[in-house]
């Protein structure tokens, strides 16, 4: 990905990063030379990469994920050192679990803002000693909430991002005003038939990478009515 120029890779999307107030992403794939170490279908860019997403206008990156951890715990820590060394913030991770689940707080055009990042999809959580990803438990998501509204009072926005199937209870509509729901067309044309409350409660439903639909084999106007029907009225 290094080798692609950024013209390329961020032609399009660019402009739009650019613009924002704060241009926010999941890093799903972590930012290291170590050798891999789990699963066959592990994701690994070089530690260069990072430039690449700064230049393309992000401005924080999210790394709780199941695959933050994909060459060992200390991944996590190679990918928030890439992501420093290109300017980036991180957040979601971390060297202990205090360091992962520590929101991050920032100014977007003058409006503060905390963020804090979960992961739901099984990657491995950081410990009071040991690196990893913050790992989501709903009182634990409600007590940091907490934490961070007593921390900072000035806050004119908290957002809340979590990596990973919410289709089940761990979608947690009472812990924010808003909530936003994104299904990857990639992970199949289904996820609307199973009615999760992630697809049925969000206040705003996106569904993502709809250019990749041949490629998987996904009928967007199925997944387009599919998607209407779980979502009534909304």
């Not at 260069?48 to 999210?62: H, I, K, P, Q, R």
């Amino acid at each position: 990905v290094v080798a692609v120029s950024l013209k390329k890779k961020f032609e399009r999307l660019r402009p739009a990063l650019v613009g924002a107030d704060l241009a926010f992403g999941n890093l799903e794939s972590p930012l290291t030379t170590r050798p891999h170490t789990t699963g066959p279908y592990p994701l690994q860019a070089d530690p260069e990469a990072a430039t690449l997403l700064s230049g393309a206008g992000f401005d924080v990156l999210g790394v709780a994920n199941n695959h933050a951890s994909d060459a060992g715990p200390a991944t996590v820590l190679d990918t928030i050192e890439a992501l420093d060394a290109a300017g980036l913030r991180s957040v979601g991770g971390g060297a202990t679990a205090r360091a992962a689940e520590a929101p991050l707080v920032l100014d977007a055009n003058g409006v503060t803002v905390g963020v804090l990042a979960f992961d739901v999809s099984g990657g491995v959580a950081a410990t009071p000693t040991s690196p990893g990803v913050s790992t989501w438990d709903t009182s634990r998501a409600h007590a940091a909430v907490a934490d961070l509204r007593r921390a900072y009072p000035a806050l004119d926005l908290i957002l809340i991002e979590s990596g990973g199937d919410n289709l089940a209870a761990t979608f947690s509509p009472e812990l924010a005003d808003l909530t936003i729901y994104v299904i990857d067309t990639a992970a199949g044309q289904d996820i609307p038939r199973k009615r999760g409350p992630g697809v049925t409660r969000s206040d705003l439903l996106v569904v993502n990478k709809t250019d990749l639909a041949p490629y998987v084999g996904v009928d967007l106007t199925l997944l387009e009515d599919d998607t209407s029907r779980a979502r009534g009225t909304r």
